[in-house]
């Protein structure tokens, strides 16, 4: 048996990265997991990777309408939703006088917005006892040239997980955020940052930690898994930080 046998779990961003690598790992204990992301393409490989297990949806998480659909679809299709994985996110890496507008409200949305928003589409379907997963990183809390606003953002993501995991208490539903640092992700290559700089920017990343490298998808996706089983039953509001050590050091 699966530790996630007969949950629904939808996971934001599951069409890459990290949130691929946890919506695979929740299929494999079990799981149906509804995958949502902007790229038709590869949504339908991982669709078809997951087979039966697994619904996409086509949406960005800035529109409060394509979350709709994508709350709708899931219970239509699984008749429940158990564990969300609020993961979607980007950064533009710039310093700060190069931020502009366009750029701020970017991030701020993809990465708070969409956040906050998620959520409170997919509450009405939640079962008691859910758990919501939402995705920090550890920019929220330590300084990263050329990223103060997806720090601030993910910050603010750590902040809401509190406010929540207290406001729903008693609807029994656990609210925790996972706190990822540095990890090899396609993600890099949507920075604006040359081949050559995100090699750098790993590098020096990768020298800030003690175990001396950045993390892989599944290390993230392994304390995914915690957070969304009863092995984590006692926790609400917690950080739980996979980041190599960075933040600890």
């Known amino acids: 048996m699966g530790q996630l046998d007969g949950k629904v779990a939808v996971v934001t961003g599951g069409n890459s990265g990290i949130g691929l690598a946890i ?6 204990e079990g799981a149906q997991v509804s995958i949502f992301g902007r790229d038709a393409e590869s949504l339908e490989a991982t669709r078809s990777e997951l087979a039966s297990n697994c619904l996409t949806a086509v949406g960005d998480v800035r529109s409060l309408g394509d979350l709709r659909m994508l709350v709708e679809e899931t219970y239509e299709a699984f008749g429940a939703i158990d564990i969300l994985v609020v993961n979607a996110g980007g950064a533009t890496i710039e310093s700060f006088d ?10 701020s949305d ?48 750590r902040s809401l997980a509190r406010s929540l995991a207290v ?3 008693e609807r029994g539903i ?14 890099y290559a949507r920075t604006g940052l040359s081949a050559s700089k995100i090699a750098e920017f790993q590098q020096s990343q990768a020298a800030q930690s003690p175990m001396g490298r950045i993390g892989q998808p599944s290390e993230i996706a392994s304390a995914a898994l915690f957070l969304a089983t009863q092995s984590s039953s006692y926790m609400t509001g917690a950080e739980l930080v996979v980041d190599g050590g960075i933040t600890q050091i």
Do not use: H, W
């Not at 919506?23 to 494999?28: K, M, Q």
């Not at 190069?98 to 991030?107: A, C, K, M, P, R």
């Not at 919501?132 to 910050?155: D, E, F, Q």
């Open 23 to 28: 919506a695979r790992a929740f299929s494999v």
């Open 167 to 169: 406001e729903f208490a």
């Open 174 to 187: 656990r609210v925790n955020v996972l706190t990822p640092g540095p990890v090899e992700t396609a993600a």
């Open 98 to 107: 190069e931020v502009d507008e366009e750029s701020f409200n970017y991030q």
């Open 110 to 157: 993809v990465n708070f917005k969409g956040a906050f928003f998620t959520i409170q589409a997919a509450l009405p379907m939640l079962s008691k006892g859910s758990s919501i997963i939402l995705t920090s990183s550890s920019a929220n809390c330590r300084a990263a040239p050329g990223m103060s606003v997806y720090g601030a953002a993910k910050a603010a993501v």
